[in-house]
């Protein structure tokens, strides 16, 4: 049951594109196609954003996109908001368990 | 409007016991794999248990196997989280989210909080 990997920051300015990458082995997110991303803002709740790689539930914006790679999965938001500075965690299903990355703060500079 | 509400945190002393629920409402209660999450303060999200729709499956992460338990009422629409023997590193806020692997709405969680 160890973490998924994630870089603990990340950074772009108003309109750029920024990639948050979250590794994992063979045994969860090389296994299967069952990876989430959740977005957290401070003293919140958090938001899923992309479940099954790179489907969006009704309501998240189209800037929000991810894929998967072999044992690495990404979440790419474009077109960069003010609004989209949080904390990003990735998950995924391991067998019995479930995982999360370390998690990425996102600054909006 | 899918909603689910925590409640049932607070302060206890190493050693103790806290039973944590959750109620759901909007959606199908008992049609939904649910889920505990926790996060302790300053730290990251972890997975904590789930439990498929009609309590005969459950599963937890390592570290909780054999003193917290996940159950559920779906004539009540009712998640718990029964917490026996806690420890100072259990100390988190606990979020019930619905779904069993993608976590599709949270709530807004409940504070324990293991301290002598």
């Known amino acids: 049951q160890s973490a998924l990997t994630q870089p603990p920051s990340a950074s772009g300015s108003p309109g750029q594109s920024v990639t948050i990458s979250c590794t994992g082995t063979s045994s969860d997110v090389g296994g299967y196609n069952y990876v989430s991303w959740y977005q957290q803002h401070p003293g919140k709740a958090p938001k899923l954003m992309i479940y099954e790689v790179y489907k969006r539930p009704s309501g998240v914006p189209d800037r929000f996109s991810g894929s998967k790679s072999g044992n690495t999965a990404s979440l790419t938001v474009s077109g960069l908001q003010a609004e989209d500075e949080a904390d990003y965690y990735c998950s995924s299903y391991a067998g019995s368990d479930r995982v999360f990355g370390g998690g990425t703060k996102l600054t909006v500079l | 409007e899918v909603q689910v509400v925590e409640s049932g945190g607070g302060l206890v002393q190493p050693g103790g016991s806290l039973r944590l629920s959750c109620a759901a409402s909007g959606f199908t209660f008992s049609s939904n794999w649910m889920s505990w999450v926790r996060q302790a303060p300053g730290k990251g999200l972890e997975w904590v248990a789930n439990i498929n729709q009609d309590g005969s499956e459950k599963y937890y992460v390592d570290s909780v196997k054999g003193r917290f338990t996940i159950s559920r009422d779906n004539a009540k629409n009712s998640l718990y989280l029964q917490m026996n023997s806690l420890r100072v590193e259990d100390t988190a806020v606990y979020y019930c989210?619905?779904?069993?692997?993608?976590?599709?709405?949270w709530g807004q969680g409940t504070l324990v909080t293991v301290s002598s």
């Open positions: 989210a619905t779904g069993g692997t993608t976590f599709s709405h």
